[in-house]
């Protein structure tokens, strides 16, 4: 995606962007990207593209990530995530930014950062089950 500013303009809360607005940001360039396909098919690439910049984002292992696809049922192995992975760095920075100023406001709240980081979870859960 492209912004009209930086990531660390939204670290720094110079400029505020939503963990839902880069969602919803992130789910138009799919759909621009992947024109010919129906909205089920967009919504399985969106899902498996953000568990992987969220993955990167909060330094997961994608193995994790490919043992869950497994599970569910999708035939991916793990060089697909690492190509979905490396076409969306930009895209990770970005999601690093927002979390970087989530955990940033839970610490000024008074948080610890193991708190702050368990809270930027559950923040996360709530966001992505809207």
Known sequence: MKWDFTCEQVAKGKIAYT???FREDYRCEIKDNF????SEQLDAIFSLAYDICYCTAVRQDLNTLLKHCEDKGLEVDIKYL???RDSNLENIEMLKAIFAKKVSEFMEEGLDAK???????EYHSN???E
């Open 19 to 21: 963990l839902q607005e």
């Open 35 to 38: 024109d010919d396909y129906d």
């Open 82 to 84: 690492e190509l979905i």
């Open 115 to 121: 708190a702050s980081l368990i809270r930027l979870e």
């Open 127 to 129: 966001v992505i089950s």
